[in-house]
């Protein structure tokens, strides 16, 4: 599995578009690492888990294959 932390918006789109790292993969890392340091910082109210949104996934999957997303499909992101 590729590492995702620290890449920006426009690398991560770069990959999902080549399909070298999939949507999963990235929203997975990205509630990993909440789940490693959100304790300590507490900067998420609410976070789902991976379960909760699989059909999300699934549908920005879909988007990118078939060469129908826009900037952020596929690519997991906080608001404050």
Known sequence: T???KGLTVRELRS???SKQ???KEVVNAYLARIAEIDGKIKSFLTVCDEAQVES?????????DEGMADDLT???FGIK
């Open 21 to 23: 790292v999939s949507v």
């Open 15 to 17: 990959l999902l578009d």
């Open 2 to 4: 590729m590492k995702v």
């Open 74 to 76: 596929g690519i997991p």
């Open 56 to 64: 999300q996934v699934q549908a920005a999957q879909k988007r990118i």
